[in-house]
């Protein structure tokens, strides 16, 4: 049996307090009934959609870049931080309105659209090889020029901000017996699950990953953090290299299990949410879908699942390979 951490996940009356702080600067993102005559051929089950895609900067990933910001005071005035492109675009815009400066280190792979968007809240970017070299060079810039680090996925403060999502969709369907949830290092994760389990502890969450960057599954395969040497995945803001202690810790006390996906069916899921449901989404925003086509299908009948759609931050380059990828694996089924 997996070692359990323990650290103190933030209360439901924390959670909210944290949303009606952040409620000037983030959106209360829209559910919509996903109807499919495609997925009602896979799975007998009613689908519900969290948008969090039409959050501000495109992600969810602004309601912790802010809320980590406000807790920080003075010292937030000058901030770094390191992303696959959504978090370094969320820093931004969080800079941008609140009247800092920032300086991010974004992954060289990144998607160009994420890049132009972040440079278009006045973010300087310095780009870094993938993984644990674009680390240590925000650590690098973090010493050498006194900045705040505002960490893309671990801290109470992000875990505080992102329960709002999860907040925010029981509050939107009282009725969900399942949510699923794309996990990268676990930031959303950690929120999401966090605040549905408080609020009905029946409802189960399902955690869903890469197999390609499954950095969460390997932790709680072994019960503590750890890294990963080598990623390979299209999604690749769930790509991280690493987990960490307090998002790890909320993550293995009320995510009741972690399932894998292929890039294939990542593109899959891309293209039935794009002709179904006329979303055109980053691949880590078909995640959760591709987890109910996939494994979780034969689990989920008979249930009502949520789905969070966490974002779109892709350009259209980049979506027509994804849908053109996604259609030639429905054509093959």
């Not at 799975?43 to 959609?49: E, G, L």
Request: one cysteine or more; glycine letters at 8%; proline letters at 4%.
């Amino acid at each position: 049996m997996r070692s359990m951490m323990t650290e103190k996940a933030p209360t439901i009356e924390a959670i909210r307090a944290a949303a009606l702080r952040l409620s000037p600067y983030v959106k209360k993102t829209p559910i919509v009934e996903f109807e499919s005559a495609y997925l009602q051929s896979l799975v007998d089950c009613k689908f519900i959609a969290k948008l969090e895609l039409f959050q501000r900067s495109g992600t969810f990933k602004v309601r912790g870049a802010i809320n980590t910001m406000m807790s920080l005071g003075e010292k937030a005035r000058k901030v770094t931080a390191v992303s696959a492109g959504n978090h370094a675009v969320a820093v931004a815009y969080a800079a941008n309105i609140l009247g800092a400066d920032a300086k991010v280190v974004i992954q060289d792979t990144a998607n160009p659209y994420r890049i132009e968007l972040t440079k278009s809240f006045g973010a300087e970017i310095v780009l870094a090889p993938v993984g644990h070299g674009a680390f240590e060079k925000v650590r690098e810039i973090e010493q050498t020029e006194g900045r705040a680090f505002i960490h893309p996925f671990d801290g109470y403060s992000v875990t505080e901000a992102t329960g709002g999502v999860g907040l925010e969709f029981m509050e939107q369907d009282t009725a969900l017996d399942a949510v699923i949830v794309a996990i990268g290092g676990g930031g959303l994760a950690s929120g999401v699950a966090a605040a549905v389990k408080q609020m009905n502890p029946n409802c189960l969450v399902y955690g869903v990953e890469p197999e390609g960057a499954a950095v969460m599954s390997r932790s709680f395969a072994t019960g503590e953090t750890c890294t990963l040497d080598h990623m390979s995945t299209i999604a690749d803001s769930l790509a991280s290299p690493l987990s960490a202690p307090y998002s790890f810790s909320v993550c293995q006390q009320y995510i009741d299990e972690i399932v894998t996906i292929s890039d294939d069916q990542i593109a899959a899921a891309a293209a039935v949410l794009f002709y179904d449901l006329k979303l055109a989404v980053e691949p880590a925003g078909a995640a959760a879908l591709a987890a109910a086509m996939g494994p979780l299908r034969s689990r989920l009948s008979g249930l009502r699942v949520g789905l969070i759609i966490c974002g779109a931050n892709i350009d259209s380059a980049g979506f027509n390979l994804l849908l053109e990828r996604g259609e030639a694996v429905l054509r093959d089924k």
